[in-house]
T-cell receptor, first 110, second 117 residues
Framework: GENVEQHPSTLSVQEGDSAVIKCTYSDSASNYFPWYKQELGKRPQLIIDIRSNVGEKKDQRIAVTLNKTAKHFSLHITETQPEDSAVYFCAASSADKLIFGTGTRLQVFP | ETGVTQTPRHLVMGMTNKKSLKCEQHLGHNAMYWYKQSAKKPLELMFVYSLEERVENNSVPSRFSPECPNSSHLFLHLHTLQPEDSALYLC????????????????FGPGTRLTVL
């Protein structure tokens, strides 16, 4: 079946540094790529998404890039803050459903 | 109450019990989903309903039985579960009738933490 690989599984950064999380997908027909943030004990929440007709999208300190040829997409968080600490999930559309990555636990140290 | 709510938030059950998880969305959406979230595994889609019709069943064991009586409510009926079924069960909804995999934004509930003894 189709799958999404996500790396790294854990990421620790100093406050103010940047963080990058990478995902690779297998279905060449995928055209929608959301990212979710899940804080400890809370529900996943959509933070940004990108569609295949766009190469990059930004929303304040968060950006997502997509390379359809390589089937890679990445989440970039700049000027990280302690409240960015959470588990981040990527996902890729495949046959009308979303296939999720295994998640990245981001810790931002003050 | 706004958004997507789930009850109960925690559930402990024996392997011979029968219980139900409830999800309610207050967003006027037409599509609802059940996911299973286990440690160190990707979110697993279990069931999808769009306009109260089941449109996805991801080879889920028959001990899990979904029910969608209307577009605002979704149930997951559980019976004779196994310890490996212990997980966080997340409900989600989206505007519909197109689905999350077609680019429809999903809104998740807080989940039910299920422990099977």
């Amino acid at each position: 079946g189709e799958n999404v690989e996500q790396h790294p599984s854990t990421l620790s950064v100093q406050e103010g540094d940047s963080a990058v999380i990478k995902c690779t997908y297998s279905d060449s027909a995928s055209n929608y790529f959301p990212w979710y943030k899940q804080e400890l004990g809370k529900r996943p929440q959509l933070i940004i998404d990108i569609r295949s007709n766009v190469g990059e999208k930004k929303d304040q300190r968060i950006a997502v890039t997509l390379n359809k040829t390589a089937k890679h997409f990445s989440l970039h968080i700049t000027e990280t803050q302690p409240e960015d600490s959470a588990v981040y999930f990527c996902a890729a559309s495949s046959a009308d459903k979303l296939i999720f990555g295994t998640g990245t636990r981001l810790q931002v140290f003050p | 109450e706004t958004g997507v709510t789930q009850t109960p938030r925690h559930l402990v059950m024996g392997m011979t019990n029968k219980k139900s998880l409830k999800c309610e969305q207050h967003l006027g959406h037409n599509a609802m989903y059940w996911y299973k979230q286990s440690a160190k595994k990707p979110l697993e889609l279990m069931f999808v309903y769009s306009l109260e019709e089941r449109v996805e069943n991801n080879s889920v064991p028959s001990r899990f039985s979904p029910e969608c009586p209307n577009s605002s409510h979704l149930f997951l009926h559980l019976h004779t579960l196994q310890p490996e079924d212990s997980a966080l069960y997340l409900c989600a909804s989206s505007q519909g009738p197109r689905l999350a995999g077609q680019g429809d934004t999903q809104y998740f509930g807080p989940g039910t933490r299920l422990t099977v003894l």
